[in-house]
């Protein structure tokens, strides 16, 4: 099941709920520590498909609900950035205690300021990541300007955000005050990539210059134009998880056991769980995608099985004639092989009206480019026709299928 439900008890004894991503081969390059937006909970759209994304990339990733939110114990209004940050570091305990130590720290808005002031506090943390992230904290209060006078006469205002009324505190706005960021990230010397949109309403992109002019080297900004604060759109969120998959090769070292490819004795694992059909593919060395078109119900996030069928019969043919062509010797420079595949009837069908008569067809354009003759030309024509996947489609095929209990 990805992810997998979990809780943990935060300093102040109060029950946070979490879920945990777990790469498909259950060997992660490393764990990682996502931190929300205010108010928003781990369930929020944009933090499921950053970590799943991160998932399926080899990371193992927990998402919480920060005190008062979401599933977690507690009241939101008695919270504080500083209980933010707290809990951060008590997530981070839980994982060390009962996994790995995390190494990364990802947070988008006000997450991502929380994340740095965590970073100061875990020997763990290699890298960190913000999206969207304000350069000073006091920043959320725009959010809620109206209601500032009333929450300072009063000491606690019934605010709205996103569609959703929380109370704050004066304490929490007091709090957010105490915490100048860009000065805080001078003294933290740690790997640091910083995403943010040039469109973005709710924190200005000049948050992320701020961030970025404070911050020692290895430092990195990635623009993330067109999107909008929340990440409404899922394409940003999974290139978001890309991108810190790849960015993270190069600042976090891996954990020892992910060199480690075990498939229980298997040569191929595969797991489809959550929402739409995106499912994830592990081999002994790579991790792969396979979905379905949006049409259908699918994220569009790889190829369909049948694309990937043709796709195993194209590379082998291709890795076919190379071979043959340098033990021969013959100029071969490349192979473009273009195929399709259809459900047709035979010629001598006789139910040509019965659809369960079809057979399946795959057409296979082979285009050669090289200084080769009509005879080797044709040649290679034929041994495209014993590449070993086209042999094994064109066998008696058995397929043993089996529950595990």
């Known amino acids: 099941m990805n992810p997998k439900p979990l809780l943990f008890e935060n300093r102040k004894k109060l029950k ?112 960190i990541v913000t999206i969207a992230a304000p350069a000073y904290p006091a920043h959320v209060k725009n959010l809620f300007q109206d209601k500032i006078e009333e929450i300072e006469a009063n000491g606690s205002g019934k605010v709205n955000i996103g569609g959703r009324p929380f109370r704050i505190n004066k304490a929490f706005i007091d709090d957010l005050e105490q915490k100048p960021l860009e000065s805080f990230l001078k003294n933290l010397k740690k790997s640091i990539l910083i995403f943010h949109s040039p469109q973005d309403t709710i924190v200005a992109i000049s948050n992320a210059a701020a961030l970025y002019q404070a911050a020692f080297h290895p430092k990195s900004f990635i623009s993330l134009d067109g999107a909008d604060h929340l990440l409404s759109n899922p394409i940003d969120s999974q290139y978001i998880g890309e991108v810190i998959a790849t960015w993270s090769s190069r600042y976090v070292k891996p954990s020892a056991e992910a060199t480690v490819n075990d498939l229980k004795g298997n040569q191929v694992l595969v797991r489809l769980a959550g929402e739409g059909y995106t499912t994830e593919i592990k081999t002994p060395n790579h991790h792969l995608l396979s979905d379905e078109p949006t049409v259908v119900g699918g994220a569009n996030l790889g190829p369909t099985p049948y694309d990937l069928l043709m796709a195993s019969l194209g590379s082998c043919t291709a890795m076919t004639l190379k071979m043959y062509a340098e033990r021969k010797k013959w100029p071969l420079k490349e192979v473009s092989v273009y195929l399709n595949h259809d459900k047709v009837h035979l010629d001598d069908s006789k139910a040509p009206e019965d659809s369960g008569t079809k057979v399946s067809q795959f057409t296979r354009i082979i285009q050669l480019e090289g200084d080769l003759d009509n005879e080797q030309r044709q040649r290679l024509l034929e041994i495209s026709n014993r590449c070993p996947v086209h042999k094994t489609l064109q066998e008696e095929i058995i397929i043993q299928t089996m529950l595990i209990k």
């Open 16 to 127: 946070l709920a979490a879920n945990l991503y777990v790469p498909l081969d259950q060997a992660p390059r490393f764990y990682a520590l996502f931190a929300h937006c205010f108010t928003c909970t781990k369930n929020f759209s944009a933090v499921t498909q950053i970590c799943t994304a991160l998932s399926q990339q080899g990371i193992a990733v927990m998402s919480f609900d920060f005190t008062g939110l979401g599933r977690s114990e507690g009241e939101f209004q008695d919270s504080s950035f500083s209980a933010n940050i707290s809990d951060l570091s008590d997530a981070a305990a839980f994982l060390a205690e009962n996994y790995k130590a995390p190494k990364l720290l990802v947070g988008h808005s006000l997450g991502g300021a929380a994340v740095i002031y965590a970073a100061a506090q875990l020997e763990s943390i290699e890298a």
